[in-house]
């Protein structure tokens, strides 16, 4: 496993396997927005604060390669990592299966903040992370 | 078929269904309240528009019969009748197979108003379904 | 808190909310098959491997009282108990919040066995939870 | 809007929704994976008959542009156009509010196919999609 900022583990759910048995491919997409959010309260901060401040940070892409698949009652471990890409930030996100540390899926997502209903460069939330960004850069 | 003052076709989606390849209990939920909300949009309102002028209309209690499963891609008929009973608005939904009209899913849903967070007698909604009510009773 | 047999403690999550800002209903149905599922893993077995020796566990009725709504990212507690009445297994289920212990959602769930198509008494499963309905009845 | 060679008119559900009031980024895949298998479907063919016969067609990448939001209740148009890439299917899919014909999400899906647990170069199923390829290609 590489290094991360963030990790959290999870459990699949029965209900999120389809008709294959295996965990259904929108539901991995849960996982690491629950993932981004943990992610985010772990700094202290809330997506739906920052709502309330009149700041969205918006999902503007994602790109998800599936390598294995979890079945039911799998236990896994959902891991994060963070850079500034000109006015995005971009999560770069692995989900391993923690029985054996399988890579089954990694991810990349940006997301963009609007202020207002304006596009900014997102100046207004880089505190939170300044840490892990100074990490990484 | 019983006589229903109102009916919504719709399709079960493979994602719906688990891993027994039948749609999985939670979504018949799912279902029964897409029909209501379709149901009041057919009166020309809306659960957000109330939900912006202070009135939720919130379940209270539901109770759902499972009687026959349905598939992946199957279409259904998903019917309401309306009732007042007190303070409560009960729908009587039942969801059936387009293909032979079997009975899959009878359910009651009880709904009570709540107005800037107090409970009321639901009089703020009543005249949006004056018709349906005098039908019945 | 009541006396269960069993309590599984889990966290909302944020997709789960609706425009309302809370939990939707049908989610609290996940959260109750969860339980249910936890639980049955508790004493070694698990839904999937009774299907595949034929065994379907399938939920009959399901009633849902909600006496309180959760919101996103909060931690909850879910409980069963569980009698036998007839044929069927009943679950007697209760969530509450965590922080405060306030009731959240009481549900009662009736269960029957199928075993390669036909309804049975249910004695298959019986041994499993023997101490639990000897604890009750 | 582009030429696509399926398109398959839905509309989103309040449920879908979460605390922004928009539906919530998960559920687009779900709106593309039921496309595509409406899609199928219209030439006589079915995920889960390719199953049965020992032919999975698994997701291995998508790429979902997020371009503007969709709210509950609101109708749209989800479109595809279909080529193959070595030993993957690549669905080019787009999703248009119907109201005004906005983009509102474009994704592109690599599907491969795996066949009694193998990775084939997928000419099990080219057939059922000759008529598509040959007028792309």
Redesign the interface.
């Known amino acids: 496993m590489k290094d991360f900022i963030f990790k959290y583990e999870m459990k699949t ?3 999120e ?5 295996v965990v ?4 991995y ?2 996982y690491l ?2 993932t981004r ?1 943990e992610f985010i ?1 772990s700094v202290g901060q ?3 604060d920052w ?1 309330r401040r009149g700041i ?1 940070v ?9 390598k294995a698949p979890l079945h ?2 799998e236990e896994f471990i959902s891991c994060l990592n963070l850079k500034r890409t000109g006015v995005r930030y971009v999560f770069n996100q692995e989900i391993y299966r923690k029985s054996d540390e399988k890579l089954c899926v990694s991810a990349e997502v940006h997301c963009v903040c609007v202020v207002d209903g304006v596009l900014t460069r997102g100046d207004e939330i880089a505190e939170y992370f300044q840490k892990f960004l100074n990490d990484q850069q």
Request: some cysteine.
């Open positions: 759910r029965d209900y396997c389809d008709a294959q048995g259904n491919n929108a539901n997409q849960h927005e629950v959010h309260q809330s997506f739906y709502h969205d918006m999902v503007s892409k994602i790109v998800i390669n599936y039911g009652g």
